[in-house]
């Protein structure tokens, strides 16, 4: 069985330089897990921040599941994300160099029906590497057609 992905954050490989990429487990509620699911959420304009020794996502919209009854989620709350201790202090000590960020890239569904987050440590890039990529999706583009 495959990976399932659910949302995708298309812009984040055009404005950042991805370097290295993690896989993390996310903290949410069963009205978030169903929303996700139904794939009603948005990670475009996230964010991963430490937070009193934990990672977190900061921004990630998930839109309230209709049939929650009472129990409603906030749709812009704070999600903490699980990783080992090995990896957080890799990534803690890879943040503080000036420039590098965590961008949340994807969320899918693991082999095991558990919801993930693919984050990527990068760096921005800038309006020239920008024209770059562009110039290469369009080469790659043109070589596909006649092939």
């Known amino acids: ?16 330089q991805i370097e290295e990429t993690f896989v993390a487990g996310m903290v949410l509620t069963g ?13 475009s304009e ?3 921040l430490f937070h009193q020794k934990k990672l977190i996502i900061r921004g990630m919209q998930i839109n309230e599941f209709r049939n929650a009854g009472y129990v409603n989620q906030e749709p812009l709350r704070d ?15 890879k943040v503080e160099i ?22 990527g440590l990068g760096k921005g890039k800038k309006l020239h590497d920008k024209r770059e ?6 080469i790659q583009r043109e070589i596909d057609r006649y092939l």
């Open 46 to 48: 996230a964010y991963c």
């Open 98 to 119: 000036q420039g590098n960020t965590l961008i949340p890239l994807e969320i899918f569904i693991s082999e095991r029906n558990f919801l993930k987050l693919k984050i």
């Open 79 to 93: 999600k903490q994300l699980l990783l080992t201790k090995k990896e957080l202090k890799k990534i803690k000590s």
């Open 133 to 138: 990529s562009l110039k290469q999706k369009d």
């Open 31 to 43: 009205a978030e897990v169903k929303s996700l699911k139904k794939s009603e959420a948005s990670i």
């Open 1 to 16: 069985m495959k990976n399932r992905l659910i949302i995708s954050n298309r812009k984040a490989r055009f404005e950042y």
